[in-house]
């Protein structure tokens, strides 16, 4: 496999139009071919590091057989037909949906979470817009992420938890990190061998970077700090100290440019316990971290008022507003994995979005009931 210059095969219908998507993704140290379904040969497929299938196919200029089981209808069931070609010759390229109608695609799954879901209920890797401006990064980076999986396949029992595929830190939390990593339960041994560490990189990109566990979105990660997501987002993008602490804890590991920021909540955890540390004992917690991070930082910062803030999130599992948890309740989302944090909505945005109300967990319903939501 070549990382430096990842070969990327594109099957689509519109060979012609595509062919000036592959010019331009060429000029960004891309290696790419164009190929319509018919065209498609063994070497096109083996020497691919990433395959991307457009989704939508107009078969009325394309030849194909005419009995059923011979006619993919769409990308997914192409994707389905590659997948099979290249377990039987060991090869493992990562594959890819391109779509310009993810609406159409993913119906009513929660809008959050369409292209993860999506990927995961039909055994590919991920779903890539058509038209995606970031698209060369993106392909770059699925490549390098099947590359790396390579240490995983030859030796598992140095993995460490994929310290180096997810680049994790040379920090005091690093520990702590890996723990957290393995709590969510990663295929790092027979199943990683059997599917020759695919298994890894479809539990990474569909478990774990679209929900809040070992690394958290900036919600979550503001939250934790006590902070509004637009005064972490402040703090970070200055030169302060406490931007340092903050900005040593963001992810930069493989897959890292599929989705906006990430950060290492264990690092985060480690900032807490080292501002409250030199901080007088018989404060409440969210005036201490407010008393050190605006000395840390050189300027004011407020935490928030709350005695114990959640992150409430709508009914596309789109982070919505920060409540006290005493007016809110526990949800059990589809997909939502059990090992993330808690996924919570407050009694004002179930009365304003009643399906959040078959979401309540069953321990909760009863306080669902009594927040006045019927």
């Known amino acids: 496999m070549s990382v430096e210059t990842p070969r990327v095969l594109i099957i689509d219908d519109e060979v012609n139009k595509e062919e000036l998507v592959a010019a331009g993704l060429r000029l960004s140290n891309l290696a790419v071919k164009v190929r319509s379904p018919s065209t498609v040969t063994k070497v096109d497929m083996t020497q691919a590091d990433v395959i991307a299938i457009d989704h939508h196919y107009d078969w009325s200029i394309l030849p194909h057989p005419d009995q059923c089981l011979f006619w993919p209808q769409d990308g997914l069931a192409i994707a389905a037909v590659v997948a099979g070609h290249l377990r039987r010759v060991d090869h493992h390229a990562a594959i890819v949906l391109r779509t310009g109608a993810l609406d159409d695609l993913a119906g009513m799954l929660p809008r959050e979470v369409r292209q993860p879901v999506v990927a995961a209920q039909n055994s590919i890797d991920w779903v890539f817009m058509k038209g995606d401006p970031s698209v060369a990064d993106r392909l770059h980076s699925v490549a390098r992420a099947v590359s790396g999986l390579q240490a995983l396949v030859a030796d598992p029992m140095h993995w460490n938890e994929g310290s180096k595929w997810l680049k994790l830190p040379d920090t005091k939390w690093g520990e702590a ?20 560490g695919t298994a890894w990189l479809r539990w990474f990109a569909h478990r774990i970077l679209p929900f809040p566990s070992f690394l958290l979105a900036d919600e979550w990660a503001a939250n934790l700090l ?16 406490l931007s340092a602490m903050i900005r040593e804890c963001l992810y930069e590991g493989e897959l890292s440019e599929l989705v906006a920021s990430r950060w290492w909540r264990a690092g985060l955890d480690s900032i807490v316990d080292l501002l409250l540390l030199d901080a007088p004992a018989d404060l409440p917690e969210a005036e201490a971290l407010a008393e050190q991070m605006t000395i840390v930082h050189g300027g004011r910062v407020t935490t928030l008022a709350h005695n ?15 409540t006290d948890a005493s007016e809110c309740v526990r949800l059990a989302p589809d997909f939502w994995p059990s090992f993330a944090q808690e996924p919570w909505t407050s009694f004002e945005e179930m009365q304003d979005d009643p399906s959040l109300r078959k979401m309540v967990a069953r321990g909760d319903r009863l306080r669902s009931d009594r927040g006045g939501i019927r």
């Open 308 to 322: 114990n803030p959640v992150v409430v999130i709508d009914s596309d599992y789109a982070p919505v507003d920060v």
């Open 177 to 196: 990190a890996l723990a957290d990593v393995q709590v969510c339960h990663p295929p790092e041994n027979t199943v990683a061998a059997y599917t020759a």
């Open 226 to 241: 006590r902070l509004t997501v637009a005064d972490f987002r402040s703090i970070v993008v200055s030169e302060s100290p």
